[in-house]
């Protein structure tokens, strides 16, 4: 699973101290981003280990996070 290195990456940066973090598919961020994305990965990985299917996954991922689908 990538959440692991991707987590760890994240909480590099925060070791760090960086200032200012620029992504390839997003606006600029800071830690407060990466603090948000470590929180929302490890939310997801918790879903995960509780979902027995990848439908029930889905059906987690979109109550947990209030995702409405039109």
Do not use: C, R, W
Not at 9 to 19: P, R, S, V
Not at 30 to 47: G, H
């Amino acid at each position: 699973m990538l959440s692991p290195i991707l987590i760890s990456t994240l909480e590099g940066y925060i070791a760090n101290k960086y200032n200012l973090i620029l992504t390839s598919h997003y606006t600029p961020e800071d830690i407060n981003d990466v603090e948000t994305k470590i929180e929302y990965l490890k939310s997801l990985k918790e879903i995960y280990k509780q979902s027995k299917d990848s439908d029930t996954f889905k059906k987690n991922i979109m109550q947990n996070f209030q995702i409405i689908v039109a």
